[in-house]
């Protein structure tokens, strides 16, 4: 088997130094809070030294030749696991915080397993060292379970950033999952989620802004294997100059899912000529009895609303930066509310610079 | 202090298609000016040109503040010199609340002392109070999904809290119903003073009986044909554009006709 690096998003990756994320191993320093109500309902929620090799089967199969998933695997030394039983609905989200605390790779890898019925809220920040990181991930999700998941990646400048998670959904499951990349340096990633059961529902939004020299590609795929699926993709990325990014979003639709509807959005906005941005829609439908749609955008800031805001005095650049926060917003809404909304918030107004309209 | 607004012989286009063609306007703080015209006789296009919108292109003339001329200056450079326009078509802008906008807005004029946080909230609140708007209209997202009196409103809040020299006024009146006309003029009235001016632009001079001018103007094919006291809008009023045309023996062709 000929294995390569990961090939996601159309994009060439070479210039990306994605190769450092073989090098040695950072160790992690890995916070968890809000356990007691889980551990209580005799849940898991606990960092662990290994992960089962039936899990590492199932998540390589998706990928096999991937070489990055390999090494990723080869090395990994902590994984965070989260096991919600059956019928259990927790109130207080399930916080994960980890970030490398040496010079080197972070290797980081979870597994969320919520039970029948039950009701969970994950919320994931990650920090890249100066190296940068893999963050490979399960989400299984129960029949008649929802779950919520929410990732905060702040990377620090010159980072690098693989992403490989894969979700799997039964039977009138719902997921909900959010993944906000306003951090700096490059990020490849792909998040899969499997519609596995009738009545299945993914909603997947995604948030990104890339600055000079700033590399994101994302690719988020959702296959309907079952009927009265549902998903919908909603990724948004802000370019600045010399920035590139690309998003795939990709629905497949089995044949015999019948009455699946797979809806997808994709836009980016590039704040200067020089940026590069490219928003794939893709939809494989193998079944006459479903809805699609799919909608695609690369675009400019509009100069009314740019000459509207500069009428009352704002400079360029924080016209600008409304307008950022402006056509990200649709996506922003969907976090969850609370701490990773507001850190997110913050977030951007810090890489966003100038009079930033939502600090006090 | 009273600052001074000059256009000087002002030829404006737009996507090579000629629409002023010299007009000449002194405007003094101090001052309520209104003008009236037809429509498409260029009253936006001068008002916009004013403000420096670069979809217009002065190929002549100038504007002068002072006595410094604005041609280089970008819109925003002109708002903190001190001017500000009311447009006949506010744009919307989800994503940020009208409030935070302002605060941005107010900072902007001066970056390194930005507004404390209770004096802003106090200005907010004195200024929707005035203009009989609730506070969820300022935590509302910028004009989205504003109905068009409603807009209105917000860019008579916006001159409250920016507080310019010189007031630029795109048909602040059209679109509104007579208790809204009402208070937005009340609006306009509470900037009166000597540092502040305005140029009202409208159709109706009903307007003019809320917010009395001490100067009119009547602009017609790209010029100012006419200038008076409250008086010419009562008689053009009555009598109509076409009327004081030929009055004036003036070779102009009018919309309607
Ligand atoms: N980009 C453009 N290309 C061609 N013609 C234009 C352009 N912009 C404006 N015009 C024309 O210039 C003329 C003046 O427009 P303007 O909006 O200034 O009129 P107005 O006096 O404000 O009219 P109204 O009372 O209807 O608001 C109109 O005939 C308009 O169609
Ligand atoms: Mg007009």
Redesign the pocket.
Known sequence: MKMHTPRYAQMKTAKWGLHALRTPLADLAIQLANQDELLQNGGTFAVADHISSDVETAHRQTDPENAYLAAHFEQLTQTVQIEVPDQVQLTKPLLVDWQPTTPGNGNFHFSIRLGKNSRATVIITQKAGAIGLNSIGEIAVGADAQLEVAELNLFDHGSRAYFHQNANLDRNAALNWSIAQIGTGNVLGEFNTELNGTGASANIQAVSLAKKDEHIGLQTTVGHHAPHTTSRILQHGALFAQAETNLNAIGKIDHGAHGADAQQESRLLLLDPSAQGNANPILLIDENDVQAGHAASVGQVDLQQLYYLMSRGLTKETAENILVRSFLAPVLSSLPAGPIADQVDHLLGQRLGGIDPNEA | MMTKLEIKNLKVE??N?P?LHGVNLTVNTGEMHAIM?P???????LAETIMGNP?YHITDGQILLDGVDLATKKVDERARAGLFLAM?YPAEIPGITTANFLRAAINARHPEQPIAIPKFMSELNNALDLLDMSQKTANRYLNAGFSGGEKKRNEILQLLMLKPKFALLD?IDSGLDIDALKVVAKGVNAMRGPEFATVMIT?YQRLLDYIVPDVVHVMMGGRIVKTGGPDLAKHLEKTGYACLRDELGLDIELVDE
């Not at chain 2, 429509?39 to 296009?45: A, F, I, L, P, Q």
């Open positions: 737009a996507d298609h629409i015209g429509n498409g006789t260029g009253k936006s296009t979809h006949q048909e159709h």
